[in-house]
């Protein structure tokens, strides 16, 4: 099956230390792809995977559900705990929505959590109608690529599956009553603007978590793909020192890394 540009998954083999990265509803790895990078440059191992029915057309994203979503990043976990000692899992949107799952279930396997805007509820009167709209119209214009920075664009569909959509308003539901399990070190990063998912999605996922250790970050210049908008290296930046501050051994992983490139 054909797949869109940049909609490839990515998996580098680095050190002790492993990342899983989850993208969000619609899109695919191109809007994490960056980060993904930055991150396997300082030596850590990382996983971007492509989500099923995502990054080819929308259609095939009709068949698809949270089910098939969440069993393939809970897949990457796993392999990421065979393959490393401590693994963080960082999601956009409702890839953050998954990561947090994936920490409330998987507990002390995951040492961390690192959100960018994320989604934890489909808004407005039309999430009540998805019920019974899922049958009358098959989907509804896009939500891709709500970046600030000029000549930027997310590849994702530039249309909703209603079916897909009421499955994800299912998901979220359980993902809400699953936050109080959160209870690992959190670094939540959103954008004040954002035109997919409002501020009140992060301030419930603030509220509702039991994790001590708790950092929140403003990205004022950016809206909802911030991965990929002007606080993306900001992003990158405070997401490797956050694994730095709980895996010191990452650091150790990047300065050996620098030395067998001679840099």
Not at 18 to 38: E, K, M
Not at 124 to 137: F, I
């Amino acid at each position: 099956m054909l797949l869109l540009p940049g909609a490839e998954p990515f998996r580098h083999d680095g050190g002790d230390v492993g990342v899983l990265l989850c993208h969000g509803f619609t899109g695919c790895p191109q809007s994490l792809r960056p980060w993904a990078d930055y991150l396997a440059e300082r030596g850590l191992t990382v996983a971007l995977p492509l989500l099923p029915g995502h990054g080819t057309r929308w259609e095939d994203m009709q068949l698809t559900g949270w089910q098939d979503w969440y069993a393939e990043v809970d897949r990457e976990l796993r392999a990421l705990r065979e393959r490393c000692g401590t693994v963080f899992v960082f999601g956009l949107s409702m890839g953050g929505a998954l990561a947090l799952r994936l920490a409330a279930k998987h507990g002390r396997s995951v040492s961390g959590v690192v959100v960018v805007n994320p989604a934890i509820r489909v808004h407005g009167p039309a999430a009540h109608a998805l019920p019974v709209a899922r049958h009358l119209v098959r989907s509804t214009k896009g939500v891709a690529s709500d970046i600030a920075k000029e000549g930027v664009r997310e590849t994702g569909y530039d249309r909703v599956p209603l079916h897909a959509a009421h499955s994800l308003r299912r998901f979220f539901r359980m993902v809400d009553g699953d936050l109080p399990q959160v209870t690992q070190p959190l670094l939540l990063l959103h954008s004040p603007q954002d035109h997919v998912v409002p501020p009140a999605d992060s301030t419930r996922v603030l509220s509702r978590v039991s994790s001590q250790d708790v950092t929140e970050t403003l990205l004022e210049r950016s809206y909802h793909v911030a991965t990929l908008d002007h606080d993306a290296e900001r992003i990158f930046r405070d997401s490797y020192e956050f694994v730095v501050r709980l895996a010191p051994e990452a650091a150790a992983a990047d300065g050996a890394k620098g030395t067998a490139s001679g840099g």
